[in-house]
């Protein structure tokens, strides 16, 4: 019985050895490197072997590798031989100490990194956490005899590796992940994406994170199918490569975060679109960040001539903590979109639906519902009772896709992972600490618990004032704004630092930029900005997927290390 990934590895080789399992595109453009899945497994098996003869097995590797190709190798070849797997970003120098602290957490045994990565990093990391073994993947390939049964030695309730997230609301957490959630969590995608051995995936996500991890490496594997890679840098630098590998190649399955489409959208020109064929492309999938109906509706159109269905799009919901996949829509169907009044997104309260072009009418996109028989619950974050459809509350997930807690953090894993019902004798939940909504059997995710803003008795979400801000000049950078409340008790004002363009960085009248997001948040929301900080491009700070951090921005912001571009523009002038 087929029953882990190694395994699954194993009989695609036997089944299908010439299938190419990934191939390479350098700078997105060119292949310079295709595995089939034969010599994958015969790899993986050497790799397993070596660290078999080190003595890792139950122990912790770090995983340090800028090319996706090299890390697919280590990363299994640590899964067969029974090794926790560690994947991480590779950081900068100046960002050392969030690596020596991961380290430190997961209690790693050994570093195994890309030879650039090795000399760029080995003697600032063993600085700060004590020398550790380092290996590079052309020394575990060459080091010992291939592991002559992979796999075979995997249990079910094993830890596969930890997914350290992004920390997007605080201090990342190594998140448990096991081989049956592995499986589960597949399955799941599998069946809500309707995908086959005959699937093809195209993916530029970091190969580190979960959805370019689970979604875009392992799930292949999982299918026996074949995905295409290049590295993310390669797309942002010019986002007509990943649409260009789409068509090439045929994908069926590719996608990425909101910003990704907007980036095409913005980016892509129009004569540049007439030679690509997007018809293949039966799952365009959007999550990892709040789904902008606005987003949706603009890339089907401006792609439409390629050859794209709007039912392709397909937004979904997912976490680190259920491994990857939550919810997801209905292949070929186009997302619903619900418009809800914004005064009524009050935890606890039934939504109060509306025409879009009521005043204060917010979009929300359906991001479907679970696919591999998991319960999911909206429920009241303080109470811990179930709220009814079409109330607003924190979503609960119970599943087998639900990983085991935080590594070495049995306070966070008990409040994350153990919720329980009022009432409920059932199996523990997974807080999300979301908030949503289910409406028809549809969930509607609203915004971060912790990110919600309360003002006057109301709450708002942040993404919403971000929205509108953003639009209300040419100036402001897509996507680059975050607004929370001062970290005073009881202060409701709110603050919004947002990224300007590289071209609105020269804007003669940078007041009248502020002013004109005022206004914006004024009209649509009815509540005033108490002060707007204007940054240069880049400076916003984000998570590894592309998130905004909020909370740090606030503390970047208390500490004043966020400066006004404004206030830098006044101090040249002083004589």
């Not at 560690?86 to 997961?106: E, H, T, W």
């Not at 597949?186 to 051995?197: D, K, L, P, T």
């Amino acid at each position: 019985m087929i029953d882990n990934l190694i395994l699954r590895l194993c009989a695609a080789a036997a089944i299908q050895p010439d299938k190419v399992a990934f191939r390479y595109l350098e700078r997105g453009e060119q292949v310079t490197q295709e595995l089939p899945y034969s010599e994958l497994a015969a790899r993986v098996a050497a790799v397993s072997g070596s660290l078999g003869r080190g003595n890792y097995r139950g122990r912790r590797a770090v995983l340090l590798f800028a090319q996706p190709l090299e890390f697919i190798q280590a990363f299994l070849g640590c899964l067969a031989a029974g090794v926790t797997a560690v994947p991480l970003a590779v950081p900068s120098l100046k960002n050392i100490d969030a690596l020596a602290g991961i380290c430190r957490n997961a209690d790693a045994a050994c570093v195994i990194a890309g030879v650039q990565e090795r000399l760029q990093l080995q003697a600032a990391l063993d600085a700060r956490t004590g020398p550790m073994p380092w290996h590079a993947l052309d020394e575990l390939l060459a080091g010992a005899d291939a592991q002559a049964d992979p796999g075979s030695g995997i249990a079910a309730g094993d830890i596969a590796f930890l997914q350290y997230t992004s920390g997007s609301t605080g201090a990342p957490k190594g998140v448990m992940v096991t081989h049956a959630n592995l499986l589960a969590n597949g399955a799941a995608i599998c069946r809500g994406m309707r995908m086959s051995r005959d699937s093809v995936f195209v993916s530029w996500l970091p190969h580190y994170h979960d959805m370019g991890l689970i979604g875009n490496l392992l799930q292949p594997v999982y299918l026996g199918a074949s995905c295409t890679l290049m590295r993310p840098i390669d797309f942002i630098q010019k986002p007509l490569r990943w649409l260009q590998a789409v068509s090439e190649f045929g994908a069926t399955i590719s996608g990425g975060p909101n910003f990704a489409y907007d980036l095409c959208i913005s980016k892509i020109a129009e004569e540049q679109r007439t030679g690509l064929d997007l018809s293949c492309w039966e799952v365009a999938f959007t999550g990892a960040e709040p789904v902008k109906a606005a987003t949706v509706a603009r890339f089907a159109q401006a792609f439409a001539l390629c050859g794209l269905r709007p039912g392709s799009i397909y937004p979904c919901y997912g976490m680190a903590e259920s491994t990857l996949f939550i919810t997801g829509g209905e292949v070929g169907v186009a997302a619903s979109v619900k418009h809800f009044q914004t005064d009524s997104l009050t935890i606890g309260k039934a939504v109060s639906r509306t025409d879009a072009d009521a005043p204060q009418a917010l979009p929300f996109v359906s991001c479907g519902q679970p696919h591999g028989g998991e319960q999911l619950r909206i429920v009241h974050p303080d109470t811990h009772l179930p709220l009814p459809a079409g109330h607003v509350g924190e979503i609960w997930l119970r599943g087998d896709s639900n990983a085991v807690g935080y590594h070495a953090n049995p306070e966070a894993s008990e409040r994350g992972f153990g919720a329980r019902l009022i009432g409920d004798v059932g199996g523990p939940y997974l807080r999300t600490g979301d908030l949503g909504t289910v409406e028809d059997g549809q969930l509607y995710v609203l915004g971060r618990l912790k990110d919600v803003l309360i003002v006057r008795g109301c709450n708002y979400y942040p993404q919403d004032i971000e929205s509108a801000a953003q639009t209300a000049h040419a100036a402001l950078a897509p996507n680059g704004g975050a607004v929370f409340q001062r970290a005073t008790p009881h202060d409701e004002q709110l603050v919004l630092v947002h990224e300007l363009t590289r071209q609105g960085v020269r804007e003669g009248d940078l007041e009248q930029v502020a002013e004109a997001v005022r206004g914006a948040v004024i009209a649509e929301h009815g509540i005033a900005l108490a002060k707007i900080v204007l940054i240069k491009p880049g400076q916003l700070p984000r998570t590894t997927s592309g998130k905004v951090r909020r909370n740090l921005c606030r503390e970047m912001f208390e500490r004043e290390e966020l400066p006004d571009i404004r206030d830098a523009a006044a101090m040249e002038l002083t004589p």
